[in-house]
């Protein structure tokens, strides 16, 4: 990977984020959200657009739609409307998509994103959000061999969150990590599950390049809209191919921003290219006018402080709050709080037992993350709760065995399911009692005074070669205090 500075010209990236919320029933109609089900079961004349149907709007939608702007540091609208954008599609029976156009429910906001290695971190402008509802889904399908499209209007009328930033992103990567903190925070406030296999959220991000010209003048490339992404990993290698490209064209035309009209792209994965599309559409070509069967949203002092608490702790404000409270690094907590809430609660159920931070902390990341990464499934489903593994660690503590020897129970608890005691029983594990351990000791140096002899010298890191050979006699010793056994009796030698 090229770092930004090492390239003749600067990317310029803004993104329009598609996010389904996560309600039980659609924006302007009862019908079930429910991903899923047989096409076309989850309609009504409303969501058809049956003529004489009316919709009404869905509340809850409006406020979780709220919740994430307040969160994204919006100003919120008191007063707001809904508008009709035309325009025809096979997917939209309406003829029409009932949007926000000129009087949004929130805009102005920010969200900042920092990677965790500290290579940046960058704040991102939001220009605004706004709700609308989802088109239905046209379904090709070319692989049948008969070129049959069929339409399903399930997704019809679902409630959608449009974020759109301003062009603060400066490259590709950046783009990656600020779409993985956006979505967080959005699963963080139970806005959306943002689950991208089922589309709930999906990206369309605008790119140009800036190149400073011998003359002194910036130069702009003409801006690429690349359409509907649902992979972060696609947008980072849409993105960069798409700088590459515009680079390329550059050198090649000199064709400069405002000569030719914006242009679609769409990101083909498999090839790894982008691909023009259309010529974009301008507002007017919507023909957007207020929607008449709908009465304008005004929103109360009583719902924004509702919706104020319910956002109150953001991921980053968790990530401060973690470090604080259990006195563990920024990287630790980052760690933590990347990996989602269920996990931060499972983390302060431990550190709350344990009452202490970083060995709980310790304790998650080498080894309940790295076998949930093995395994795979939430931390819901994993099997060794919190209780059990403060147990261990206060027998650790005790020293009853090691952490090393801890952790093998820790993978026999895991694979048995059997309580620590139990594993301990079995076995075989009990702390051996300090007369044993000095016994121990004496013979292990009576038959080592080459290592009695070398600490003597001043060699204190020999007598770690003792602790193999107690371990051998015993697996049960702490390898800490035969060490110290052992230089003490060295000493009174
Ligand atoms: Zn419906």
Same mark, same amino acid.
């Given at each position: 990977?090229?770092?930004?500075?090492?390239?003749?010209?600067?990317?310029?990236?803004?993104?329009?984020?598609?996010?389904?919320?996560? *309600?039980?029933?659609?924006?302007?109609?009862?019908?079930? *959200?429910?991903?899923?089900?047989?096409?076309?079961?989850?309609?009504?004349? *409303?969501?058809?657009?049956?003529?004489?149907?009316?919709?009404?709007?869905?509340? =809850?939608?409006?406020?979780?739609?709220?919740?994430?702007?307040?969160?994204?540091?919006?100003?919120?609208?008191?007063?707001?409307?809904?508008?009709?954008?035309?325009?025809?599609?096979?997917?939209?029976?309406?003829?029409?998509?009932?949007?926000?156009?000129?009087?949004?429910?929130?805009?102005?906001?920010?969200?900042?994103?920092?990677?965790?290695?500290?290579?940046?971190?960058?704040?991102?402008?939001?220009?605004?959000? =706004?709700?609308?509802?989802?088109?239905?889904?046209?379904?090709?399908?070319?692989?049948?061999?008969?070129?049959?499209? &069929?339409?399903?209007?399930?997704?019809?009328?679902?409630?959608?969150?449009?974020?759109?930033?301003?062009?603060?992103?400066?490259?590709?990567?950046?783009?990656?990590?600020?779409?993985?903190?956006?979505?967080?925070?959005?699963?963080?406030?139970?806005?959306?599950?943002?689950?991208?296999?089922?589309?709930?959220?999906?990206?369309?991000?605008?790119?140009?390049?800036?190149?400073?010209?011998?003359?002194?003048?910036?130069?702009?490339?003409?801006?690429?809209?690349?359409?509907?992404?649902?992979?972060?990993?696609?947008?980072?290698?849409?993105?960069?191919?798409?700088?590459?490209?515009?680079?390329?064209?550059?050198?090649?035309?000199?064709?400069?921003?405002?000569?030719?009209?914006?242009?679609?792209?769409?990101?083909?994965?498999?090839?790894?290219?982008?691909?023009?599309?259309?010529?974009?559409?301008?507002?007017?070509?919507?023909?957007?006018?207020?929607?008449?069967?709908? /009465?304008?949203?005004?929103?109360?002092?009583?719902?924004?402080?509702?919706?104020?608490?319910?956002?109150?702790?953001?991921?980053? /404000?968790?990530?401060?709050?973690?470090?604080?409270?259990?006195?563990?690094?920024?990287?630790?907590?980052?760690?933590?709080?990347?990996?989602?809430?269920?996990?931060?609660?499972?983390?302060?159920?431990?550190?709350?037992?344990?009452?202490?931070?970083?060995?709980?902390?310790?304790?998650?990341?080498?080894?309940?993350?790295?076998?949930?990464?093995?395994?795979?499934? *939430?931390?819901?489903?994993?099997?060794? &709760?919190?209780?059990?593994?403060?147990?261990?660690?206060?027998?650790?503590?005790?020293?009853?065995?090691?952490?090393?020897?801890?952790?093998?129970?820790?993978?026999?608890?895991?694979?048995?399911?059997?309580? /620590?005691?139990?594993?301990?029983?079995?076995?075989?594990?009990?702390?051996?009692?300090?007369?044993?351990?000095?016994?121990?000791?004496?013979?292990?140096?009576?038959?080592?005074?080459?290592?009695?002899?070398?600490?003597?010298?001043?060699?204190?890191?020999?007598?770690?070669?003792?602790?193999?050979?107690?371990?051998?006699?015993?697996?049960?010793?702490?390898?800490?205090?035969?060490?110290?056994?052992?230089?003490?009796?060295?000493?009174?030698?």
């Amino acid at each position: 990977m090229t770092s930004p500075a090492a390239e003749p010209y600067t990317t310029i990236i803004g993104l329009e984020v598609h996010v389904q919320l996560q *309600t039980q029933t659609k924006l302007f109609c009862g019908c079930s *959200t429910k991903f899923g089900m047989p096409p076309n079961t989850q309609v009504c004349p *409303t969501c058809l657009g049956l003529p004489g149907a009316l919709p009404v709007m869905n509340r =809850h939608a409006f406020d979780l739609a709220v919740r994430a702007a307040l969160a994204l540091n919006c100003t919120i609208a008191r007063f707001t409307k809904w508008d009709r954008k035309n325009y025809f599609y096979p997917d939209l029976p309406k003829g029409y998509q009932i949007s926000q156009f000129d009087l949004p429910f929130s805009s102005d906001g920010w969200l900042e994103a920092a990677d965790s290695k500290g290579a940046f971190a960058r704040r991102v402008g939001i220009i605004r959000v =706004h709700l609308e509802e989802d088109a239905g889904k046209s379904m090709h399908d070319e692989a049948a061999g008969t070129a049959d499209s &069929r339409i399903d209007l399930n997704r019809a009328g679902t409630p959608l969150c449009e974020i759109v930033t301003q062009p603060d992103l400066r490259s590709p990567q950046e783009a990656r990590v600020w779409l993985n903190e956006l979505k967080l925070l959005l699963v963080y406030l139970g806005v959306s599950d943002c689950n991208m296999q089922e589309g709930s959220l999906r990206v369309d991000a605008n790119i140009n390049l800036h190149i400073p010209e011998p003359d002194g003048r910036i130069a702009k490339t003409p801006i690429v809209e690349i359409k509907n992404m649902n992979s972060f990993r696609s947008v980072e290698r849409a993105l960069t191919y798409e700088a590459a490209r515009q680079w390329d064209e550059w050198q090649a035309t000199k064709a400069e921003m405002g000569k030719t009209p914006k242009q679609t792209r769409g990101w083909d994965d498999p090839a790894g290219v982008t691909r023009a599309q259309r010529h974009k559409e301008e507002s007017s070509d919507y023909r957007y006018f207020p929607e008449p069967d709908l /009465v304008p949203v005004t929103v109360s002092e009583a719902e924004l402080a509702s919706a104020r608490a319910a956002c109150a702790e953001s991921p980053a /404000v968790l990530r401060t709050a973690l470090a604080d409270r259990w006195k563990i690094s920024a990287y630790d907590a980052d760690v933590l709080v990347n990996q989602g809430r269920e996990l931060v609660a499972y983390f302060e159920d431990l550190a709350t037992r344990v009452g202490e931070g970083k060995v709980a902390s310790n304790w998650m990341q080498q080894d309940v993350l790295r076998t949930l990464n093995e395994r795979g499934g *939430t931390i819901a489903e994993f099997p060794v &709760r919190p209780e059990a593994i403060a147990d261990l660690i206060g027998r650790v503590a005790k020293g009853d065995f090691d952490t090393s020897r801890g952790r093998e129970i820790f993978a026999e608890v895991l694979a048995s399911g059997r309580s /620590v005691a139990d594993v301990v029983a079995a076995l075989g594990i009990a702390a051996v009692s300090d007369e044993d351990l000095t016994a121990l000791c004496r013979e292990l140096l009576a038959a080592n005074p080459r290592v009695v002899a070398d600490v003597k010298g001043g060699k204190k890191q020999a007598a770690a070669g003792l602790i193999g050979q107690a371990k051998k006699k015993n697996p049960n010793v702490n390898p800490g205090r035969v060490r110290a056994i052992c230089l003490e009796l060295i000493r009174a030698m």
